[in-house]
């Protein structure tokens, strides 16, 4: 069975940083895709990025461009996502997800077969 764990999640100040975790057991990953999405209460889950598990690209939404890095240890299975300068309006739940493709996708959820968890991420101001 494919196993999504995120961990990391928080309580952090505004400004500050944040290191989650996305351990994904079950299979090979290559020829995947791994995506970090996000939701609040109330709104619609949210592209964050996503990173190829084959080449190593990313995309990231334009909210966070320039604060969010997305890395991955191949030999680990498991995939990260580094928060910077973190605003009150980052809080939400993080999931991390998987899709098959070589490509990054369009960053829908619909495109993303598993899930993990969620972590809860909380800035305060």
């Known amino acids: 069975q494919v196993q999504l764990v995120e961990s990391g999640g928080g309580l952090v100040q505004a400004g500050g940083s944040l290191r989650l975790s996305c351990a994904a057991s079950?299979?090979?990953?290559?020829?995947?895709?791994m995506g970090w999405f996000r939701q609040a209460p109330g709104k619609e889950r949210e592209f964050v990025g996503t990173?190829?598990?084959?080449?190593?690209?990313?995309r990231y939404a334009d909210s966070v461009k320039g604060r969010f890095t997305i890395s991955r240890d191949n030999a680990k299975n498991t995939v990260y996502l580094q928060m910077n300068s973190l605003k009150p309006e980052d809080t939400a739940v993080y999931y991390c997800?998987?899709?098959?493709?070589?490509?990054?996708?369009?960053?829908?959820?619909?495109?993303?077969?598993?899930w993990g968890q969620g972590t809860q991420v909380t800035v305060s101001s």
């Open positions: 997800a998987a899709r098959y493709g070589r490509d990054l996708g369009l960053g829908r959820p619909v495109e993303y077969a598993y």
């Open positions: 990173i190829s598990w084959t080449f190593g690209s990313t």
């Open positions: 079950g299979r090979s990953f290559n020829n995947y895709g």
